[in-house]
């Protein structure tokens, strides 16, 4: 089978191919087609998966060259793929979930006149994404990398008749465009230095380089990486995308596009195994991500952006385990698996109990919705449970695992990351529990109200095409942690590609058997605190202002777009302004003189050309005498 996996993202480009071309004429099937591509997919991408799990571990990683793409002097790029345990696993992740939102969308964008782009869109996403995880060399990489940004950019901007929608897809493009100069860079010093981009080359001879190198590399991974997958300081356009139609939510936003960066750093551990240094920034990076996620998504009353932070913040989980470096590589990915189900779930959720109220995001004017969608209550709540950490459920496995390992890192990084990542555990609870307080509990606040198009709300629950895959991921919810983590199931299978999970060393902050007990107390505690101020009191249905400046930063996202304009945009904007102004008056007005001048001149230099005789004889006469005065000057010098 595995000479087929060039079929794995065929497949779904071929579908966005043929519903763009198609037009109008593939309105009524065309959703129908996009389904059938991605979960043919996943069909054959299970297919090789299992015929892999069959092989011996030293022959699990394959390498398919399908021809030669770039032969340009000593630039040799092979268009080949790379099949071992990491990227198969991304494989089903990404077709197995976006099987189940495309079965999810064609309800979803049931009755949407642009049903059909939007289906080419979401094939087009999973063809780059897939691209991007089976490639052998950077420059596939980078390929299926900017693919996604591409798609991510049409999907988020999907209405294209709001505004709001064009500005954040806009917004994200271009963060990610700073992003992926960062990883350009860094693969033109891997060619520079190394003479190649081939994965398996690089990392033969990586450890050739000079320690600067190395730092600079990683560095410069890392900045892609943030940008991707939305972590500090490149976060801010995360939240803003969910402008786009909620599928597009738990597609990119949860399970897919924002996890590259876990992938990049994952892929590229040989690299990141030889600087601390690197290691450490990346770990940095996740903690003060895992925070501002936290912090804000407590603060916010639209039940995507509260979602949107709770992926921001679980993301900086995974970049916390992956700095870990040999302690964590695998522990990413295992929080990346069950974050991919029970995240997807609550978007899908939240899109379920939107599709019931008029489109209306506001949690403000939900509540009692428990008696009237009680699928989509029953799967969002276990999504909600394996989210918090609840004993024996997904994410209870998973992020456990993370803030063991990071309470097992010695000296002040311990306490630092192990801190830092129990307190956004307990923020978490807080936050998620808010929100499904304030959505399926207390007083129907929408019996009194109309949404915004001036309609009467009558909450239902959603059709069988929206509520089967949120059944699906609810299970995913609940049994993914134990069987991914009992007997060390994908550890083990992960280890030909991220090696051997490092046992939790003596000597961190604390004994991993307690860590558990700290976690799951913090998190009860958030649950208690959300019970007493949110279940304890009637919700207004109107912010109350003033507020403390804590939630007032919060609800500013703790001014990260202002700091972006501050530092970024606004002197950017300044920047071009005066490079214009040079072009114009400097560059321009250099030439423009010097052609005025020449101009000018030969027009003054054209009147002596008068066509009488005897203007010429006096000029000639004139350079006569100048020229004997010069030769007697010279004489009697």
């Avoid at 010093?189 to 600067?212: K, P």
């Avoid at 777009?561 to 560059?587: F, H, K, M, Q, T």
């Amino acid at each position: 089978m595995a000479s087929l996996a060039w079929l794995l993202f065929v497949l779904p480009a071929a579908g966005a191919l043929v519903l763009f071309v198609a037009g109008r004429a593939a309105n009524k099937w065309g959703h129908w087609l996009g389904v059938l591509t991605v979960v043919a997919s996943f069909a054959l991408g299970l297919a090789i998966f299992l015929e892999t799990v069959g092989l011996p571990a030293e022959e699990r990683t394959r390498e398919i060259s399908l021809f030669d793409w770039i032969a340009v002097a000593g630039l040799h790029v092979d268009f080949g793929l790379r099949l071992d345990p990491l990227s198969l696993t991304f494989v089903l992740l990404i077709t197995g979930v976006g099987s189940l939102i495309h079965i999810y969308s064609t309800g979803y964008m049931g009755h949407d006149p642009g049903r059909r782009r939007f289906f080419a869109q979401l094939n087009l996403f999973v063809a780059a994404m897939l691209v991007l995880v089976l490639g052998n060399n950077f420059v596939m990489l980078y390929l299926g990398w900017e693919g996604v940004g591409l798609a991510s950019y049409l999907l988020i901007g999907f209405y294209q008749d709001r505004p709001s929608a064009a500005t954040a897809a806009k917004k994200a493009f271009l963060m990610n465009r700073v992003g992926d100069v960062g990883l350009a860079i860094a693969i033109f010093l891997l060619w520079t230095n190394l003479g190649t981009v081939q994965y398996t080359e690089v990392f033969e001879n990586i450890g050739t380089l000079d320690a600067g190198v190395l730092i600079a590399i990683t560095v410069l991974l890392l900045l892609g990486a943030c940008g991707k997958s939305g972590q500090f300081p490149l976060q801010a356009w995360l939240p803003d995308a969910m402008e786009g139609p909620t599928p597009v939510s738990a597609l990119i936003h949860a399970a897919t596009m924002v996890t590259a960066g876990v992938y990049l750093i994952a892929r590229t551990h040989p690299i990141y195994d030889l600087t601390t240094t690197g290691r450490l920034v990346v770990a940095l990076v996740g903690v003060v991500t895992l925070l501002i996620g936290a912090i804000i998504g407590c603060a916010y009353d639209d039940i995507k952006k509260v979602l949107a932070y709770s992926t921001v913040s679980q993301i900086g989980y995974m970049f916390l385990a992956v700095g870990l470096g040999p302690a964590g590589y695998a522990l990413g990915i295992f929080h990346l698996l069950t974050h991919g189900f029970f995240k997807a779930g609550l978007f899908l959720g939240a899109g379920s109990v939107m599709h019931a109220m008029n489109d209306d995001v506001d949690m403000r004017r939900y509540g009692g919705l428990a008696r009237y969608m009680p699928i989509t209550f029953i799967t969002f709540g276990l999504g909600y449970l394996a989210l918090i950490g609840f004993p024996f459920l997904s994410g209870y496995f998973s992020k456990d695992a993370i803030i063991e390992a990071a309470f097992a890192e010695p000296g002040w990084q311990g306490w630092a990351f192990g801190g830092a990542a129990t307190l956004a555990a307990g923020l978490t609870a807080f936050y998620m529990t808010r929100l499904v307080l304030m959505t399926f509990f207390g007083e129907k606040r929408w019996e009194k109200l109309k949404s915004a198009d001036g309609r009467d709300y009558h909450p239902h629950e959603s059709p069988i095409s929206m509520t089967a895959p949120m059944i699906v991921l609810a299970l995913g919810s609940i049994g993914a942690g134990f069987l991914l983590s009992n007997g060390h199931v994908l550890i083990d299978w992960l280890a030909p590609s991220l090696g051997e999970l490092e046992e939790h060393a003596a000597g961190g902050a604390l004994p991993h058997e307690i860590v558990p007990w700290i976690v799951v107390g913090f998190s009860a505690l958030g649950v208690l605190i959300a019970l007493l101020v949110v279940g304890g009191r009637p919700t207004p249905v109107e912010r109350p202002e003033p507020v403390s400046l804590p939630v007032r930063a919060a609800r500013r996202d703790l001014y990260a777009n202002a700091i972006n304009e501050a530092l970024i945009a606004r002197p950017g904007v300044w920047l071009s302004r005066a490079l214009v102004y040079v072009d114009n008056r400097g560059v321009d007005g250099v030439v423009n003189g010097t052609a005025a001048m020449l101009g000018g001149s030969s027009g003054r230099l054209r009147r002596l050309q008068t066509g009488f005789v005897r203007s010429y004889a006096l000029s000639m006469l004139g350079g006569t005498v100048l020229v004997v005065a010069a030769l007697l000057a010279v004489r009697f010098a």
